[in-house]
């Protein structure tokens, strides 16, 4: 089992930044890939950015690409989504999640996951 805590979010202007934290306890976090999805208010769920066990590997989103940096620290089982340039299309609230996998694997698609934090709520303002 791992354990996954989301924190960080909250209310940005249009163009503010944001810090997506997550943590990890349970299982050596190391072994698994994580990723970040969003929901927004009456939308299905969605892949945001995923990375490798290994940090080698990362996969965004077009619509966030160049905006978004995904990263993690392996030693204290986190895994941060930078989110930078915010618009009022990425309120959402952000899941974190972990899969088990290959060291260069980062999956974009959610069934690949087994583990899903509680979701932090992020609303930017226009």
């Known amino acids: 089992q791992v354990q996954l805590v989301e924190s960080g979010g909250g209310l940005v202007q249009t163009g503010g930044s944001l810090r997506l934290s997550c943590a990890a306890s349970?299982?050596?976090?190391?072994?698994?890939?994580a990723g970040w999805f969003r929901q927004a208010p009456g939308k299905e769920r969605e892949f945001v950015a995923a990375?490798?066990?290994?940090?080698?590997?990362?996969y965004y989103v077009d619509s966030v690409q160049g905006r978004f940096i995904i990263s993690r620290d392996n030693m204290k089982n986190t895994v941060d989504l930078q989110m930078n340039s915010l618009k009022p299309e990425d309120t959402a609230v952000y899941y974190c999640a972990a899969a088990p996998s290959p060291p260069l694997l980062a999956p974009i698609r959610e069934t690949e996951y087994d583990y899903w934090g509680q979701g932090t709520a992020v609303t930017v303002s226009s």
């Open positions: 349970g299982r050596t976090f190391r072994n698994y890939a």
């Open positions: 990375i490798s066990w290994s940090g080698d590997n990362r």
